[in-house]
């Protein structure tokens, strides 16, 4: 079966996606990336979408439902890499994906991820302290 | 009784051709030194010759069929030529019905003894001049539209750069009305500078919009979301006072997009979201 590989970069999980997305494969990306946060501990997800060329709504709500899901289990998540076509479709469609963190390319993206991490601690050890 | 009018056209080719050369320099007066003499002639004999093809098919009521194809040239190509040269409609219309003028005086002297002829003559020729007046018309305006729409397009080429400020920070001075035509390219333009630079800051600075109603303040949020789902955050500048004061009144959301009153506040608070600063040495 179709799998998209989530591979573990630090604390980080970074995800490719390259094949069409339909209903069954977005349910095992959900299992399996909400798994591999929990069992690497990680602290952001990163979602790379710049070789997909058509993003619809449903791929749109995937994004959220992860990153929804990620957030409760406490990490970040960053979309990279859209597209300039695919974005002006997602806004004519009304789909600004609200509440997602974007960045133009995973390295952007990370240092936006690693950024936050150490604005968070800094605020956890200013509470502590 | 057949119209002998494609006789007659062709008897009294010459003496048509000079009568109406000397209607022409009348009618064009002023306007002469745009069109040379000879120019104005070998148009004129093309028109005759043209007419004389048409008329020899017999069908004067239909200038549509292959026999008037010729007629149809020279008119496009004349009504074409005179749209560009700046004459206006009117002028240009005038040289198919001057000659009518030119044409019911020779069948004046042809029928000089059946005025029931003359008139139904008359009559056929009319409805024919006056179809090839509208042809001509037709092409005029066609013309004129297509200059409109060509200009169109290299305004929306012209007016819609997208500069770099920074490394990372773009700016985008719009300048004119936004429509959703003008959007489209206004976001196409932003979000591939935005990949090729590796941007992650954009100034989209409206101080040359001249109006903002509801449907621009969407287009601009519109492009404020999709330079976002890039990953680059915009900031709208230049919105001057009397825009603010629209804004409101129409009760705009901006949401939480971030504006300033003009480019040099907006590019500061670039710089400081970049961690730069500018200092005097």
């Known amino acids: 079966m179709e799998r998209i590989p989530i591979l573990k970069l630090g604390q980080f999980l970074l995800v490719t996606i390259q094949v069409d997305m339909h209903d069954r494969l977005a349910l095992v990306l959900q299992e399996e990336l909400t798994g591999r946060i929990v069992t690497d501990s990680a602290r952001g997800v990163l979602i790379d979408i710049s070789s997909l060329d058509i993003v619809d709504s449903f791929i749109g709500r995937m994004l959220s439902n992860i990153a929804g899901m990620a957030r409760v289990l406490d990490a970040e998540t960053v979309v990279v890499g859209m597209q300039p076509s695919v974005a002006i479709t997602l806004v004519e469609l009304g789909l600004s994906l609200p509440g997602i963190r974007t960045a133009l390319n995973v390295d952007r993206g990370m240092e936006l991820l690693k950024a936050s991490i150490i604005a968070e601690d800094e605020a956890r050890h200013g509470q502590a302290g | ?281």
């Open chain 2, 1 to 281: 009784m057949p119209s002998r009018l494609a006789q007659i056209v062709e008897d009294k080719e010459d003496s048509l051709l000079s009568k109406w050369m000397t209607m022409q320099s009348q009618i064009l007066g002023s306007l002469k030194d745009r069109v040379s003499n000879s120019e104005i002639r070998t148009t004129l004999h093309d028109f005759i010759l043209a007419l004389r093809q048409g008329l020899a098919g017999g069908r004067f009521r239909n200038v549509d069929g292959a026999e008037w194809s010729s007629m149809r040239d020279v008119l496009a190509n004349l009504s074409r030529q005179r749209a560009t040269q700046g004459f206006t409609p009117a002028e240009t219309a005038m040289f198919v019905f001057s000659f009518k003028p030119v044409l019911f005086d020779e069948l004046r002297e042809s029928y000089a003894k059946d005025p029931a002829g003359l008139a139904e003559e008359i009559l056929v020729s009319t409805e024919l001049l006056d179809k090839l007046g509208l042809f001509t018309m037709e092409v005029y305006q066609k013309t004129r539209e297509a200059v409109i729409v060509r200009q169109q397009q290299e305004m929306l080429e012209l007016s819609t750069p997208v500069v770099e400020l920074w490394t990372g920070i773009l700016a985008l001075p719009l300048i004119g009305t936004l429509d959703s035509a003008r959007t489209q390219i206004v976001m196409q333009n932003l979000l591939e500078a935005v990949v090729a630079r590796g941007a992650d800051m954009a100034i989209i600075d409206i101080t040359g919009v001249p109006t903002v109603d509801t449907l621009v303040a969407q287009h601009l949020l519109k492009t404020v979301a999709a330079a976002r789902l890039m990953g680059a955050e915009c900031i709208i500048s230049g919105i001057r006072p009397q825009i603010a004061q629209t804004i409101i009144h129409l009760g705009v959301d901006l949401g939480s997009v971030v504006t300033k009153a003009n480019l040099a506040d907006a590019f500061r608070l670039a710089l400081r979201k970049k961690c730069l600063a500018v200092a005097a040495i």
